[in-house]
C-alpha cells in the first residue's frame, strides 16, 4: 500500500507591506516620566464597559499662503545625548517598522505585512539563521524567492527560543499581532538595535546604543521583503540614502518596482538634504514627513501661530507637488502635524486637512512615540482597502495613531470571539444595563455588537467605530 503524501503548504505570498526600517528596544532611563517609578495608564486597564468619544470643535484652517522665501528662519530638529554612563531603565519594544506594521495591522490581516529584526546570533550554531539564506547551503535556487523565505523562517523558528539580546517577554508581546509579520536575522555580529531615551520636562534625550543598520538591494532582493506592493523606508534612511538603495534596489531586484513610503530620518531634515529630497521625490509614492521635518528642509522656522503654520505646511507640499512626487507626478504628500491634524495633497485632488482623533483629549494622549510611523501604516492600509483614495486613507491612518498613543507601548489587541453571542463572555443584555450611566450604556451597546459581528477590538474599542466617528468629523473640518 502506497503511504499518503503529505500536502507541502504554499509558500507565503508577497505582501501588501514591508518596511526596511527598524526593530528596536528603548530603554526608558529613570528620570523618564516613563520609568518603572511612574505609574501609566495602559490600555488593558480601560474599562471593558466604557468606550471614549473625543469632542467634536470647529475646524481652523489657514488664513493667508506666505511664500517659503518670507519664512527663512533655520530650524532642524536635533538629537541630543546623554553626559552620564548607562543607568538602569525600562526596556520598551519601537523601531519605525514596528510601529508601521502595528498600524496596517489595524485593518489588514498579519500575513499582508512584514519586516525583518536583527538579532543576535544563538548559542547553538545548527539553529542559527539569516534572512539571507544562501542558496548553496539551503540548496535552494537564489530566484527562488518564496523558497528563501520559507527556509529562512524555518531557520529562524527554530533557533527562536535560544537566549539573546531579544528579551522573551518582548517577542510575545509583538507576537500578538501575528507571528507571520516578523522575520529574524541572525547572524555573526548581528544585534538587536537599542537606544536610551529620558524625558526632562518637555526635553527629550535620545541616543542609540546598538545603532540600526542600513539594508542594501542585494539583502532585499534575496530576502522575505521582495516583492511586496508598497516598501515602507523610515528612519535611519535619509534622501540620500533612499537614492542609493533605490539604484540598489533597480539593479537588483529584476521584476519588482515597489511603491514606496517614505518617512525621512529627523537628522536628516535640513536644507543641505533638499536637493536631494527633491531629487528622490519622484521616485517615491507616499512622501510623509511631520511638518517640523517639512520645514526644515526649507529653512523655515516653525510659526508661532496655528493657521501660519498650517499655511507654512501647505505652501511646501505645493511646491513638492509641483516638483513632482511620484511617477508621472501622481503620488502622495500627506504631512503628519501633531495635534493639529494631518494634510493630504496630490495634484489631482488638491490639499485636504484631517483632524486628530484626540485633538481636544489630551488626557487620552500618553505618549506619541510610534504615532507617525503607525500613520503610515494605516494609511497604506487605506490605500489598500479604499483601492488608492488617499482622502479616505489618511482616516485610516489617523485611527491607526489614535491607538499608539492612548499608553506607552503597544496597544492590546483582542481577537474576535469565535463562540456565538449568546455564550460569549460579551453576550450581554441592555436590561442588564438598567440604571448604569448613558456612557456605561453605549459601551455595553458597542460591546455586544462586537460579540455578534466577531470583530477585533483595540484597546477596548473597534478600529470601524472610530473610523465612521472621524470621518462624520472630517466632514465638519471639510
Not at 181 to 190: A, D, K, S
Not at 217 to 236: D, K, M, N, R, W
Not at 363 to 373: F, I, Q
Not at 392 to 405: D, I, N, Q
Request: glycine share 8%; with cysteine; hydrophobic share 40%.
Amino acid at each position: 500500500m502506497t503511504a499518503a503524501l503529505t500536502p507541502t503548504p504554499p509558500p507565503p505570498a508577497a505582501p501588501t507591506l514591508a518596511s526596511i526600517g527598524t526593530v528596536l528596544i528603548d530603554i526608558f532611563e529613570p528620570r523618564s516620566p516613563y520609568s518603572p517609578d511612574t505609574p501609566q495608564s495602559h490600555s488593558s486597564s480601560l474599562p471593558e464597559s466604557r468606550i471614549v468619544t473625543p469632542q467634536i470643535t470647529p475646524a481652523r484652517r489657514p488664513t493667508r499662503l506666505p511664500s517659503l522665501e518670507s519664512l527663512n528662519t533655520p530650524r532642524t530638529p536635533q538629537l541630543t545625548t546623554f553626559n552620564e554612563p548607562l543607568g538602569g531603565g525600562t526596556p520598551v519594544i519601537g523601531g519605525g517598522a514596528l510601529y508601521a506594521l502595528v498600524g496596517a495591522r489595524v485593518w489588514l490581516p498579519a500575513r499582508e505585512m512584514r519586516t525583518v529584526i536583527d538579532r543576535a546570533e544563538p548559542s547553538s550554531p545548527s539553529s542559527s539563521s539569516s534572512w539571507g539564506v544562501k542558496g548553496e547551503e539551503a540548496d535552494i535556487d537564489l530566484n527562488d524567492h518564496d523558497a528563501m523565505f520559507a527556509a529562512a523562517a524555518a531557520k529562524s523558528a527554530a533557533a527562536a527560543a535560544d537566549e539573546d539580546d531579544f528579551p522573551v517577554e518582548l517577542e510575545h508581546e509583538i507576537r500578538q499581532f501575528g507571528d507571520e509579520m516578523w522575520v529574524y536575522n541572525r547572524g555573526p555580529g548581528l544585534r538587536t538595535p537599542r537606544a536610551r531615551i529620558a524625558y526632562d520636562g518637555d526635553v527629550r534625550t535620545y541616543q542609540h546604543v546598538v545603532k540600526p543598520s542600513l539594508r542594501t538591494g542585494t539583502q532585499i532582493a534575496a530576502g522575505p521583503l521582495f516583492g511586496a506592493e508598497y516598501l515602507h523606508v523610515s528612519p535611519p534612511y535619509g534622501p540620500s540614502d533612499l537614492l542609493h538603495l533605490l539604484d540598489e534596489i533597480d539593479a537588483e531586484c529584476t521584476g519588482w518596482e515597489p511603491k514606496i513610503a517614505f518617512e525621512p530620518t529627523p537628522s536628516s531634515c535640513h536644507s543641505g538634504e533638499r536637493a536631494n529630497l527633491e531629487r528622490v521625490a519622484p521616485r517615491v509614492e507616499i512622501l510623509s514627513p511631520n511638518h517640523e521635518e517639512l520645514l526644515s528642509f526649507y529653512g523655515v522656522a516653525l510659526p508661532d501661530t496655528l493657521e501660519e503654520t498650517c499655511a507654512a505646511v501647505e505652501v511646501a507640499i505645493r511646491h513638492l507637488l509641483a516638483i513632482g512626487v511620484g511617477a508621472n507626478g501622481e503620488g502622495i504628500v500627506v504631512v503628519r502635524c501633531g495635534a493639529i491634524g494631518a494634510c493630504v495633497g496630490t495634484r489631482a485632488g488638491g490639499l485636504v486637512w484631517t483632524p486628530a482623533y484626540w485633538a481636544n483629549d489630551s488626557d487620552r494622549v500618553r505618549d506619541v512615540t510610534g504615532a507617525g510611523n503607525a500613520f503610515i501604516g494605516g494609511f497604506v492600509a487605506g490605500l489598500k482597502i479604499t483601492t488608492g483614495n488617499p482622502y479616505e486613507a489618511v482616516l485610516y491612518a489617523t485611527v491607526s495613531s489614535s491607538f499608539v498613543v492612548e499608553q506607552l507601548g503597544l496597544p492590546a489587541i483582542t481577537p474576535a470571539y469565535s463562540s456565538t453571542p449568546s455564550s460569549s463572555p460579551l453576550g450581554l443584555t441592555m436590561s442588564a444595563a438598567q440604571g448604569s450611566p448613558p456612557e456605561v450604556i453605549e459601551g455595553m451597546a458597542a460591546l455586544k455588537l462586537r460579540a455578534a459581528a466577531r470583530i477585533e477590538m483595540w484597546n477596548e474599542d473597534a478600529p470601524q467605530r472610530r473610523l465612521e466617528f472621524l470621518r462624520a468629523r472630517a466632514r465638519v473640518f471639510a
